[in-house]
């Protein structure tokens, strides 16, 4: 499986300002994903990001409030613009390995808008 | 996308196995079944996936029924550490993209 470093574990942020978030992964993957994690809340699929190729946004997301980067196959960064209180939640990346192989997640980052 | 359906809670006794149910009537022949586990809102873990078969591996078993609709997460010995909220996910039609379900909360007690 994948080990997957996300940065940064946690941050305190002001409204109306952005956040970016890193996720680093130790082997090449094809496709990589963002969820959201409301508090109390399960999992929901953010975007799905293609190196070389724009993001796929779900529904109820869009690009200028989630700019998504994905520069190589190792790497890849969320962005938070324009942040709200709303808008605190944990934020995971996701690798896919293959079908018979799972999906691993990184350890997430912990935003608080105040 | 076929959708899940899991108890929002069960309790077990540490020590004793432990069957986590999960509906997915509408689930495609070429659909897998995957659980996972998240603690105390750390990453979501793989634990197991299946396909028709029944599989072990060294953390749990998965008891799919033979039309495919449903499955059991079984853990055989519980303990605390197990105490997590378990997702039963069905993979999207794509092949690519993991929706999760509301889960089942797990408490195990001594």
């Known amino acids: 499986s994948a080990v997957i470093s996300q940065k940064p574990s946690r941050d305190i942020c002001q409204r109306g300002t952005s956040l970016t978030i890193q996720c680093q992964v130790d082997?090449?993957?094809?496709?990589m994903f963002w969820y959201r994690q409301q508090p109390g809340q399960s999992l929901t699929l953010i975007a799905t990001?293609?190196?070389?190729?724009?993001?796929?946004?779900e529904s109820g997301f869009v690009i200028d409030k989630f700019p998504i980067s994905r520069p190589n196959l190792t790497f890849s960064t969320l962005t938070v613009s324009n942040m709200s209180p709303e808008d605190s939640s944990i934020y995971l990346c996701?690798?896919?390995?293959?079908?018979?192989?799972?999906?691993?997640f990184g350890s997430g980052t912990r935003l608080t808008v105040v | 996308d076929a959708k899940t359906t899991q108890p929002p809670s069960m309790d077990c006794a540490e020590g004793r196995a432990a069957n986590l149910p999960c509906n997915h009537s509408?689930?495609?022949?070429?659909?897998?079944v995957y659980w996972y586990r998240q603690i105390h809102s750390q990453g979501p873990q793989y634990i197991i996936h299946?396909?028709?078969n029944n599989e072990t591996n060294e953390m749990a078993s998965l008891i799919i029924t033979e039309d495919r609709k449903s499955s059991t997460l079984i853990l055989p010995h519980a303990t605390l550490r197990d105490t997590a909220v378990y997702y039963c996910?069905?993979?999207?039609?794509?092949?690519?993209?993991?929706?999760f379900g509301s889960g089942t909360k797990l408490n195990v007690k001594p």
């Open positions: 996701s690798v896919a390995l293959g079908q018979n192989y799972g999906y691993t």
């Open positions: 299946g396909l028709k």
């Open positions: 509408t689930i495609s022949g070429n659909e897998y």
């Open positions: 990001a293609n190196q070389g190729s724009e993001a796929t946004y």
């Open positions: 082997s090449q993957v094809t496709m």
């Open positions: 996910i069905v993979q999207g039609r794509d092949f690519n993209k993991f929706y």
